[in-house]
């Protein structure tokens, strides 16, 4: 099955999506990732989700990514006096260690250690900034704070501190429980969420030891400002629009985005955008006018891949919020605009022998119009070069290695086919051409430019372009 379109679409799964049918109807419909949310899926969950996937990708003989989002520690308040009790605008309550129901003067937060870093002037946001307060004295163990936006509050409702980087791990007990189980089942990314400094994600790189990619999730304003580290860490990043909108001012949040992504697409790393995104379709088998553009806009950016949570987590129409989104990135994909601003945007190659190679191979098949660049990967690295150069023809990954074309699922452009390692240089092009052909897209006749690494099978080692036809011989074998 070829996707008529680069960008790719992360679809996640919940009660609207759990069955084997549903999960093969969001495929054929456009999802290339599917992505599992640990806060609301228990391990034998997530081992039916995985098997299920996994037993879809051997029937459509095509690589299936598999995305465990880690849910991350979370801040909440202590219970409400009845359940709930409404605070009042301009006035004053108490954030305290005492144990005791909350009411409109007093609230219970059970994290010490977030009192360490409270500072007169900063803000707790309760229930998704739905309740703003704003710090006016901090000591020790409690503070005071100015009830800015009141409203009803319940029990247990998260809290986020936007103006302090918290003295907390992004793995807590039950995210490092997750982690191992998810790495024993296979999935091929690990969405890591509290994302605040670099050390962030080198631990969770260390505990994963290579066996799936590593994607920071960006929705503190503290790894905003700490992103150029962050992005050279990881493997890949989300922007996680969600946590993000409670933390900075909603305006800010689309030139964060942009910032986000041109930043992941400099270094060469997928980006996904994902909060949101159709959100309407939970409940309407059609989006909203500023939803469409809110797709169009990340597919512009040249976003790896667009996400959808709820729409097809639990929404009313999860394959139709699929299809929609196919249909919004293919429609922008096509507009004359579209190859314009993709190639304004990109940065130069760095100055190693297999970046040069890839962005050459662009140049060449631009030049030759030739129908496909074709790069065999084993690691997934030459895959990623070929990406990130965002070229106007077709790229075809070949690769070995079964979890690198999985992982690589998630990468613009890339159409992944997994097939034995060439044996020899004759091999690796005439397979090429045999494969272009088989997946359709080159005819008997066009030319194809194929990249790979001499010696063979040596990782990350680009150094060979080549310029082949597709003829009646290597098609036919």
Known sequence: MRRRRNVKIVATLGPASRDAAIIKRLFQAGADVFRINMSHTDHAGLAHYVSTIRAIEAEVDRPIGILADLQGPKLRIGAMAGGGVDLETGSTVRIDLDSRPGDAHHLYLPHKEVFAVLKPGGHLLIDDGRIRLRLEKVSGDNATALVEVGGRLTDRKGVNVPD????????????????????????????????????????????????????????????????????????????????????????????????????????GKPVVVATQMLESMISSPIPTRAEVSDVATAVFDGADAVMLSAESASGKYPVEAVDMMDRIARSIEGDAQYRMVIDAQRS???????????????????????????????????????????????????????????????????????????????DMVDRACQIAFREGFASSGQRIVVTAGVPLGTPGATNLLRVAFVGRKNVTG
């Open 164 to 267: 302090a980087v918290l003295p907390i791990a992004a793995l807590s007990p039950k995210d490092r429980a997750d982690l191992d189980r998810a790495l024993e089942n296979g999935v091929d990314w690990i969405a890591l969420s509290f994302v605040q400094r670099p050390e962030d994600v080198a631990e969770a790189r260390k505990i994963v030891a290579g066996r799936a990619g590593v994607m920071s999730k960006i929705e503190k304003p503290s790894a905003v400002d700490r992103l150029h580290e962050i992005v050279e860490l990881s493997d890949a990043v989300m922007v996680a629009r969600g946590d993000l909108g409670v933390e900075l001012p909603v305006e800010h949040v689309p030139g964060k985005q942009k910032q986000i992504t041109r930043a992941a697409r400099a270094a």
């Open 348 to 426: 130069e190659p760095e100055s190693t022998t297999p970046d040069a190679i890839t962005a050459a191979s662009r140049q060449v098949a631009q030049t030759l119009r030739a129908a496909a660049i074709v790069c065999w990967t084993g690691s997934g690295s030459t895959g990623l070069r070929a990406s990130r150069e965002r070229p106007g023809v077709p790229i075809i990954a070949l690769t070995p290695v079964a979890n690198t074309g999985r992982r690589l699922a998630i990468a613009w452009g890339l159409h992944c086919v997994v097939t034995e390692d060439a044996h020899d240089h004759e």
